[in-house]
């Protein structure tokens, strides 16, 4: 039997707008976020930062001491792979091929041919797809070449063979598949196109604090790998700030882009600025047009550093130091453009935030904070985790800007622009990739409740890491899927309301959190259900007079721990129904979130976010 509780929802008592941008998203160079989620290119190490053969490396040499390596001269790259007489070449497996899919790439190439390149998914002849190039460029240039899958393997390999005496060098290699998407996997676009993010942070995290940006410019073969140090890894620089440009544009997203204030200097941020926002008579606007990007794109959301607080992060300094680096970063940043919007590293748990809301009040418009939710066997307190991590900061980042001389006449709202739980159990999707169950969206659909309640304080959000790592996607080599916590930010994102409103009653365990709609013909109202039972949850409007219908969307599962995984079907899912109230109750199912639209008689004051 269904447990009872009630609430009284205060249609008239309403919060600050909920802005559209705690709806963001927060993308890395980490683990298998952009490289191996969003970015289609398939092969690893394409342009030799380890040499090929080595233990490093993932390419195998074919033909023994016939293949050694060279510098990539005119390419900038430690290793060029050289090999020299019939047979000799260079391999990589591992690769995820679908029958009948197509594929196109790219050799980048000198010296003497033939060279055939291969897409193999099987053992002998009859199991690849060939290609031959006779005549190999004196010079390096890229020669392409397009396969059809024969099989559907995640054990597919490309092979680049010499079939003369030689010798060949090869400068980069790439392979994507056909219906990539300006280098993007269409998959994954398409799952990112339905979680409608409005805004996107990158590059970091802490990636960012050892990053120069200019190492993303230009032609992508010749963009030099380099070693980075927040992660542990290789920095392809395939994906930069004009592929970022370009993935914003096709998931309909606003950027935000975070500098290097870690071990990047003044210069170059504001170099960063005027390469996005300078005209192409300026130095750096110039450098962007003669990239094929004439317009200016117009960022106007930057973040000014990661986490600086830390000590794990490069170029962390004390906090009397980083307030006047700060200050600095944005006189240069916005006397590049000075339309600009600046967000200020903030931790209001080390009293880092309430010195920079004391000393860089005039050169921030917002103020960040991180948090990383933890676990807890017990499912209520692993739900009420986040919704409590989002309570806290809000609250005390009012209570550091209160009273504040530095804030006279000025607001600055938080930005939670890294939020989620801790990574958890196993890595199933690379560095990080935690697979999360059905209790993670609970906690995650809490604290987008509790942001609601909070929407007077902040005014920005970005959920971490989007793809794979911790994120609201996860990917396969061929498939994409949202992971549980991607369900409650779609729903959300669809259909809560754009105007909180009061919520009163002691409805717990239950979270309750109300909203007008948009267009203020319904009221929506989320609950999450952190019970193994189901519950009657008896609502009294206040302030309106419901219609008496409306519509239910459900996110549940077979348990707590159900997940979703690529190329399956998930067993936890977003199902919608016609929703009334019967008797005065709404039916939450156990283990759930439920998100209702009630429709009112008349209309509401239909404000946007």
Excluded at 68 to 77: A, L, M, N, R, T
Excluded at 474 to 486: D, E, H, N
Excluded at 543 to 555: K, N
Excluded at 582 to 595: F, I
Aim: aromatic fraction near 8%; glycine fraction near 12%; charge should be negative.
């Amino acid at each position: 039997m269904a447990k009872g509780y009630s609430v009284t929802i205060r249609a008239d008592r309403r919060g600050a707008p909920l802005s559209k941008y705690v709806y963001g998203q927060f993308i890395e160079h980490m683990g298998r976020c952009i490289y191996g989620g969003i970015w289609a290119e398939m092969l690893e190490d394409r342009k030799f930062f380890h040499a090929a053969g080595t233990d490093e490396s993932p390419w195998r040499c074919i033909g023994g001491r016939a293949v050694d390596w060279v510098e990539g001269e005119g390419y900038g790259h430690r290793h060029a792979p050289r090999f020299a007489g019939p047979d000799a070449g260079i391999e990589q497996d591992g690769l995820g091929l679908i029958e009948g899919a197509e594929y196109a790439g790219r050799a980048v190439l000198a010296g003497c041919g033939p060279v055939e390149v291969a897409l193999c998914w099987g053992e002998g002849r009859e199991n690849r797809d060939a290609v031959t190039i006779q005549a190999v460029p004196d010079e390096f240039a890229p020669v392409p070449f397009r396969f059809r899958a024969g099989r559907s393997t995640d054990a597919g390999r490309l092979r680049v063979v010499a079939r003369g005496d030689g010798p060949v060098r090869a400068a980069a290699v790439s392979l994507m598949p056909a219906n990539h998407v300006r280098g993007m996997r269409a998959d994954t676009l398409a799952l990112l196109r339905e979680l409608d993010a409005p805004l996107y942070r990158w590059p970091g995290g802490n990636f960012v604090s050892g990053y120069d940006w200019r190492d993303g410019l230009g032609d992508p073969d010749r963009r030099s790998p380099r070693k980075e140090r927040a992660w542990n890894d290789v920095e392809p620089n395939d994906f930069g700030l004009d592929e970022f440009m370009a993935f914003c544009r096709e998931v309909g997203a606003e950027p935000n882009v975070v500098v290097n204030t870690g071990e990047g200097d003044v210069a170059m941020a504001a170099g960063e600025v005027e390469y996005a926002n300078g005209a192409a008579d300026t130095a750096m606007g110039a450098r962007r047009a003669a990239n094929g990007h004439r317009e200016p794109y117009g960022v106007v959301w930057w973040g000014v550093g990661n986490e600086m607080y830390g000590d794990w992060q490069l170029g962390h300094m004390p906090l009397e130091a980083y307030v006047r680096k700060h200050n600095q970063f944005a006189d240069a940043m916005r006397g590049v453009d000075p339309a600009i919007k600046l967000i200020g590293v903030g931790d209001s748990r080390s009293g880092w935030s309430e010195a920079m809301l004391r000393h860089c009040a005039g050169h921030m418009d917002l103020l960040s904070e991180h948090f990383y939710s933890a676990h807890d066997a017990d499912l209520a307190a692993h739900v009420h985790n986040v919704a409590e991590d989002v309570r806290v900061r809000a609250e005390t980042h009012r209570r550091c800007c209160a009273g504040l001389p530095s804030l006279a006449g000025r607001a600055i709202r938080m930005a939670l622009d890294e939020w989620n739980y801790v990574r958890h159990g196993e890595d199933c999707y690379g560095l990080h990739g935690s697979r999360f169950g059905l209790r993670h969206a609970l906690g995650i659909a809490a604290g987008l409740n509790q942001m609601a309640r909070d929407s007077d304080t902040i005014a920005m959000a970005a959920f971490a890491q989007t793809v794979n790592v911790i994120g609201a996607i996860k990917t396969s080599k061929t498939a994409a899927c949202f992971s549980t916590v991607g369900l409650p930010l779609v729903l959300y994102r669809r259909h809560f309301g754009t105007v909180p409103v009061a919520v009163e009653g002691a409805a717990a365990p239950l979270d309750v959190a109300a909203a007008w709609a948009a267009d203020g013909r319904a009221l929506t109202v989320a609950v999450v259900n952190a019970c193994a039972d189901a519950a009657d949850l008896v609502v009294s409007v206040a302030g309106a007079d419901l219609a008496g219908t409306g519509q239910c969307w459900t996110i549940t599962g077979p348990d707590a721990d159900a997940f979703n995984e690529p190329g399956r079907d998930g067993p936890v899912r977003i199902e919608e129904r016609a929703a009334s109230i019967s008797g005065g109750a709404l039916n939450v199912p156990a283990v759930s979130v439920c998100l209702y639209r009630l429709e009112v008689k008349g209309r509401g004051p239909g404000v946007e976010g």
